[in-house]
């Protein structure tokens, strides 16, 4: 009986994803519309307030948990999942690193994301489950919740007619990682700001790597 709670949980969540993705995609042709680029940084954050609005009469964490900020462990767990996530992602073929202007944007963008993968499908998740009394709700709640979110990229990608192969393995299996150990601190805290710092954290280690990468790299073929 438990595991068809989960599996309900599941289908539910899955639900909630094509909500998520349909207000996403209204919301992004709107922005485009408006010829106001920078506005698209927020498409994210805005498909996700009807959802999160519904999560806030659903019993969900306590938001201010204000003791987990001085938790060192959590932060710890958190620069180890973002500087894992970040090895992974940084032997991808193809990375351009960023700078300036433009880092400070795909950190940022990061930081937003974890608006709708934490404080929308996570807590609607852990709401859902504690209704259903779902037993070990917090283990099942993070691993629901990175599935989920793996489901997410596959959708993506085969929306922008990508195949699968080495780099769409990467990819999730990064997402994967970051979302465990990002969704555990979460899970422990319920203070959305140090999920935020640890996707913050990883893009400028990623961007970091891949810039080193690509100095020696270039390096390399110089003394060829």
Same mark, same amino acid.
């Given at each position: 009986?438990?595991?068809?709670k989960i599996?309900l949980?599941?289908i539910?969540? %899955?639900?909630?994803l094509?909500? *998520?993705?349909g207000?996403?995609s /209204?919301?992004?042709t709107?922005?485009k ?8 940084h927020f498409?994210t954050i ?7 609005? $519904? &999560?806030? #009469?659903?019993n969900?964490y306590?938001f201010?948990?204000?003791h987990?900020f001085v938790?060192i462990k959590? @932060?710890l767990i958190?620069? $180890?999942t973002?500087?894992? &996530?970040?090895l ?6 193809n990375r351009n @690193?960023? @700078? =300036?202007?433009?880092? %400070? *944007?795909? +950190?940022?963008?990061? /930081?937003?994301m974890e608006?709708?993968?934490?404080l929308?499908?996570?807590? #609607?998740?852990? +709401? ?9 709700i917090?283990i099942? &709640?993070i691993?629901? &919740?990175?599935?989920i ?7 993506q990608?085969?929306m922008m007619?990508?195949r699968?192969?080495?780099? *769409?393995f990467?990819?999730t299996? !990064?997402?994967f990682?970051?979302?465990? =150990?990002?969704?555990y /601190?979460?899970q422990? !805290?319920g203070?959305? /700001?140090?999920?935020?710092? =640890?996707?913050?954290?990883?893009r400028l280690? !990623?961007? @970091?790597?891949i810039?080193?990468?690509?100095y020696?790299?270039?390096t390399f073929?110089k003394q060829?």
């Open positions: 009986m438990d595991y068809l599996i949980c599941f539910i969540a %899955l639900c909630i094509a909500i *998520w993705f207000l996403l /209204v919301i992004s709107i922005l519309k408006s010829k106001k680029p920078l506005l698209l498409t805005l498909a996700s307030i009807p959802i999160i609005c $519904v &999560t806030c #009469f659903m969900g306590d201010m948990n204000i987990s938790n959590l @932060y958190t620069l $180890v973002a500087g894992i &996530t970040a992974i992602i940084s032997t991808k073929e @690193y960023k @700078y =300036g202007r433009e880092l %400070l *944007w795909w +950190g940022i963008d990061g /930081v937003f608006i709708p993968q934490r929308m499908m996570q807590s #609607f998740l852990y +709401g859902i489950m504690k209704l259903l009394k779902v037993p070990r917090d099942y &709640t691993i629901v &919740t990175s599935c979110w793996c489901i997410g990229i596959a959708i990608n085969k007619k990508q699968f192969g080495r780099e *769409w990467l990819e299996l !990064s997402s990682i970051f979302s465990m =150990g990002i969704g /601190v979460y422990e !805290s203070l959305l /700001v140090i999920s935020m710092l =640890g996707h913050f954290c990883e280690f !990623s961007n @970091y790597l810039k080193n990468k690509s020696n790299k270039n073929d060829d």
